[in-house]
Each structure stands twice: as structure tokens, then as C-alpha cells.
């Protein structure tokens, strides 16, 4: 993983200067993080998913990129980060889970054959079985 800050990570997305194998998923999460930080969600989601996706287009991994699964996980992101105000230690501390199996957590508001399909990998997809927070 990369060892970098949220800042970092993000500079790192934006410049380029990550590698493939620099950027895994708790470093997905401090990015996610770090943007809604700085930006309300509907922002933050969209400057996210921007570098992400250039990011898998630059390093040759588009396929695994899934934009229903971004935009879900930053939306349990956001509740956690706001029920911790405190820092990233803090908030890893307090929610394992989102370390642990993220996707068990995105099941819980979508079916799996949903999130599995290439309309929910390619574009946003609304819940079915349980409204995102």
C-alpha cells in the first residue's frame, strides 16, 4: 500500500505518480475519506470517482472499477466519518468493518446479482433492498 496520508493519496491519483500496486483498498478508503473531508458528498463522490477511474484507465485496470460499489461505499463512508469527527486513526478504530469485507456491507442495501451486473459496474445504480443512509 501506498503509506501516504489522505492528502497524499490524492495527489498521488490526480499527478499520477501511484503505481497500480501502491493503491489498495484501505487506501481506497483514507482517499474516499479524505474527500469528504474536504467536500459534501455529491462532490467529494464526484471528484472520487474521477480519479479513480482515470487512475484504473492509467494503470491498464479499468475492468475493476464498479461505480455503483464507489458510490455506495462513499455513502457509508460519509455517515461513519460524521458519527466520528475525529482523525483517520480514529475512524479506522471505530468502523473495521468497512476494512474487513466492504461489499458484505454495500449487500445490505443491494441484492448480489444487482451489483454484479454491467449496468451497476458502469454506471450508478439505486438500491434494492434498502436505501443508502
Not at 462513499?74 to 476494512?99: K, N
Request: glycine content about 6%; aromatic content about 8%; hydrophobic content about 40%.
Amino acid at each position: 500500500m501506498a503509506d501516504l496520508d489522505g492528502r497524499g493519496l490524492l495527489s498521488g491519483l490526480a499527478d499520477g505518480s501511484l503505481e497500480a500496486g501502491q493503491f489498495g483498498h484501505r487506501d481506497h478508503v483514507r482517499a474516499a475519506w479524505q474527500c469528504l473531508r474536504e467536500d459534501p458528498l455529491p462532490q467529494a463522490a464526484h471528484r472520487f470517482s474521477g480519479l479513480l477511474r482515470d487512475f484504473v484507465k492509467r494503470v491498464g485496470a479499468e475492468d475493476k472499477y464498479h461505480h455503483t460499489l464507489t458510490l455506495a461505499l462513499m455513502h457509508l463512508i460519509d455517515v461513519r466519518r460524521r458519527e466520528t469527527p475525529g482523525d483517520w486513526d480514529d475512524f479506522v478504530r471505530a468502523y473495521p468493518e468497512l476494512f474487513r469485507d466492504a461489499r458484505k456491507l454495500v449487500e445490505q442495501h443491494y441484492a448480489p446479482d444487482l451489483l454484479d451486473s454491467a449496468e451497476a459496474r458502469r454506471a450508478f445504480v439505486e438500491p434494492n433492498r434498502a436505501p443508502l443512509p
